[in-house]
Every structure is written in structure tokens, then in C-alpha cells.
């Protein structure tokens, strides 16, 4: 019974290039959320998508951030033209439904270094 | 503005001791809150959760106290291990319009052997 599954666990990306982050629910999950952890900070809230729909990004960059979680495949996070500040965890949870006390699974994280 | 509150930064414990970790939030919207529990190089686990209907939820050494009035809550964990040695983020969830979660900044627990 898989969990959560993310990659690439590192990733390590020059100034100006596209960071692809990839997240795979757990089986039968249809709601996914993407969290960004700084240093020493909790988790911050990004994005949270079902299939094919974004519901709330309002944690999310306007610029250079976009998600996706199309009906066939992962859920995609693509940050582009990557800046040292973007050096972070980026964390990917999924959940059978949206109700309140339905637990959020994370996966493993996705560390992202800009050079 | 930091809606949920978390503290201490870090604590050592002595193996056998209780850990005591405290959050407040300031959006009576919450209502469903969650503590989290990673090791380095991991993912956040769910660790225990409750509701504000009720003031203690218990599982095994460790438990959550609520105080709805104060807008307060803690994890305390019973006869610590070396083995509890992670960072704790308590969370909190808006059932409202949304469902992300707030998190606290965490607080490093070392448990001494």
C-alpha cells in the first residue's frame, strides 16, 4: 500500500532554469495540497487541486508558479525561472475528501536547491 | 501575521520525562487541529488530532490538551524516548472555505538517553 510518492527527492537547479516537482497521491486520493517548508519555518500552504481543477492557490506565487493535477498522471509543480529564494522542501499531501477531519498523508518532500 | 503560535523552538528532554509543546491560534474558524511529527529527511506524519468539542484526546503516551476560551493547545508526550527525537508541528485547518492547513514553526525535541 503505497504512500504518498514524490520526486525527484533532490533537485538541484541553476538560476533561470524550471524546477518540474512531481507528486503521486495515495491510491484512491483525488485531493491533493502542495506545502513549501523554509529552514527553521513550518509549512507553508501553496496550492490544493483535485482532478483537472485548482481550488485554492492562494498560497502560491502569482509569477513563475503554476500546479497541476491532470485526470491521467501526477500532480506537477513547475516553478519557473528559479531564484535562490525558491531553495526550499516542497512537500506534496493527498486525502481521500475535503472533510474537515479527513487526514492530509505527505510524502517524502522534494528538496530544492538553486545554485 | 503567524496564526498559529508554537513553543519552545526546541526542548531536551530526559528519557522518561514528559514533553510538554504549546500552540495557540487567533482564528476562531479552526476547527480541526492536528499535531505532526517529522524526522529529518521525511515527510510530516500525522501523529494525533482533535476537534475543539472536546478538552483531552489520548492515544498511548501521547495527548492533546484543548482550551477553547484561551485559544490554546499542547502535546504533552508521557515517558518520553530517544525514539520521540523529531520536530512537532501543531496545524490547525479552517472548515470554512477552505482546507489548508497552519502550521506552527515547529519545535526540535531531543530526548536524552
Known amino acids: 500500500n503505497a504512500g504518498v510518492m514524490q520526486n525527484p527527492r533532490h533537485l538541484v537547479r541553476r538560476r533561470g532554469q524550471e524546477a518540474r516537482l512531481r507528486c503521486s497521491p495515495m491510491k484512491g486520493h483525488s485531493h491533493v495540497y502542495w506545502y513549501r517548508q523554509l529552514p527553521e519555518e513550518g509549512l507553508k500552504f501553496m496550492v490544493y487541486l483535485q482532478k483537472e481543477n485548482i481550488i485554492d492557490e492562494s498560497g502560491m506565487p502569482k509569477e513563475r508558479f503554476s500546479a497541476e493535477f491532470p485526470k491521467e498522471g501526477p500532480s506537477i509543480l513547475r516553478i519557473q525561472q528559479v531564484v535562490r529564494g525558491d531553495s526550499a522542501a516542497y512537500f506534496c499531501a493527498s486525502s481521500l475528501d475535503r472533510q474537515t477531519t479527513d487526514t492530509q498523508y505527505f510524502g517524502p518532500g522534494t528538496r530544492l536547491t538553486v545554485l | 501575521q503567524q496564526q498559529v503560535k508554537q513553543s519552545p523552538q526546541s526542548l531536551i528532554v530526559q528519557k522518561g520525562g514528559i514533553s510538554i509543546i504549546n500552540c495557540a491560534y487567533e482564528?476562531?474558524?479552526?476547527?480541526?487541529f492536528p499535531w505532526y511529527q517529522q524526522f529529518p529527511g521525511k515527510g510530516p506524519a500525522l501523529l494525533i488530532a482533535?476537534?475543539?468539542?472536546?478538552s483531552e484526546k489520548k492515544e498511548g503516551r501521547f495527548t492533546i490538551s484543548f482550551n477553547k476560551s484561551a485559544k490554546q493547545f499542547s502535546l504533552h508526550i508521557m515517558d518520553s524516548q530517544p525514539g520521540d527525537s523529531a520536530t512537532y508541528f501543531c496545524?490547525?485547518?479552517?472548515?470554512?472555505?477552505?482546507?489548508?492547513?497552519?502550521f506552527g514553526k515547529g519545535t526540535l525535541l531531543t530526548v536524552n538517553p
Open positions: 482533535i476537534r475543539p468539542d472536546v
Open positions: 482564528n476562531t474558524a479552526f476547527d480541526y
Open positions: 496545524a490547525a485547518r479552517n472548515g470554512g472555505s477552505n482546507y489548508k492547513l497552519t
